[in-house]
């Protein structure tokens, strides 16, 4: 064991790295964001979201609005955003004791086009999916908040997978 390195010398690496890390913070910048598109963020923030049927589509029509207009705003529309959510449950997984299905995954089709507001032209369509697992339970009220909070978390995934959508179709129109 040689100890003619000193206390500090450990520390070396460390700084080094942070001392890299900070000259390279500037290099990066989100994918969509107002730097490489200008304009893009306002044309987000300008979606309308209609009204989308049942619980599920409460949740995402909320999401939808935070992600494409986090800022409470309400800026005059050029775009409207139709979605139309479908449903289904499946139990994959079944208790040989009981019978019973010990959980379930909720699949979300949504259905969804965007149409430009004074001509109603449209700009884009198209569908997105996602899962939500969640676990099942004897107890009726365990099990109705266990399915409502994969739901939630349905509605969290297709809103997320639908606005990435939208600013990549807006950036690409921004570019051309």
């Not at 520390?11 to 964001?33: E, K, N």
């Not at 899962?131 to 099942?136: E, L």
């Amino acid at each position: 064991m040689s100890w003619s390195r000193g206390p500090g010398f450990r520390f070396l690496p460390v700084l080094a790295a942070l001392a890299l890390s900070a000259t390279l913070a500037g290099c990066f910048q989100p994918l969509y964001g107002e730097a490489s598109h200008p304009g893009l963020v306002d044309d987000l923030r300008a979606i309308e979201v209609a009204p989308i049927k049942d619980r599920i589509g409460h949740y995402l029509a909320d999401n939808l609005t935070t992600d494409l207009n986090g800022t409470g705003q309400t800026p005059t529309p050029k775009y409207r955003l139709t979605v139309t959510v479908s449903l289904a449950t499946s139990t994959p997984t079944v208790s040989a004791l009981t019978n019973v299905a010990t959980s379930a995954t909720v699949t979300g089709d949504a259905r969804y086009t965007l149409n430009k507001v004074d001509g109603g032209a449209q700009v884009l369509a198209g569908t997105a999916t996602a899962f939500a697992a969640y676990d099942r339970f004897q107890q009726r009220y365990s099990d109705l908040r266990a399915e409502r909070d994969a739901e939630i978390r349905l509605a969290r995934a297709l809103s997320s997978e639908i606005s990435q959508r939208l600013a990549a179709q807006l950036a690409a129109k921004k570019t051309s």
